[in-house]
């Protein structure tokens, strides 16, 4: 049994706001809403994150993902979504059950800031395509 605040929630020891539940995911409302909607959408069963993650629970997830997306658009407005999944400290998890952040956006200047900025400079890319290729 873990301890993290989502296998709580999941077992219904803490509350939450749910949006979607079936035997193998659930989706409920963060509580610190990034955007108006922001959702969480995670596995019952408890998996580190995405890359400790059966493919086929990566796959139920990302599904119920995409249709609260669509809900997102049609219902709240949303002009856009980003789907989002931080695996390990390094990369901003702070709670260690796998799980998805759907992010409605309504203008490019939202209170969501994911910058990406082009970093090349000193980087060999055949060098690290050689590395990581499958
Ligand atoms: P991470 O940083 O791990 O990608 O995201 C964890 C998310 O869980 C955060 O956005 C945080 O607001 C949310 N969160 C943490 N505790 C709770 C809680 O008790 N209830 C809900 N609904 N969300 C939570």
Do not use: W
């Amino acid at each position: 049994m873990h301890n993290d605040v989502f296998c709580k929630i999941i077992r219904g020891e803490i509350p939450s706001y749910k949006i979607y539940e079936d035997a193998d995911v659930l989706a409920i409302l963060d509580i610190s809403q990034v955007t108006k909607g922001h959702v969480l959408v995670m596995p019952k069963e408890h998996y580190e994150n995405f890359l400790s993650t059966p493919q086929e629970v990566m796959h139920k997830v990302m599904n119920i993902a995409q249709r609260i997306g669509q809900v997102q658009i049609k219902m709240l407005g949303a002009k856009g979504v980003n789907i989002l999944s931080n695996a390990y400290e390094a990369a901003g998890q702070t709670v260690m059950h796998f799980h998805v952040h759907v992010i409605p956006r309504y203008e490019s200047n939202d209170n969501f800031h994911l910058e990406m900025k082009e970093n090349n400079e000193s980087l060999n890319l055949p060098a690290i395509a050689d590395k990581i290729k499958l």
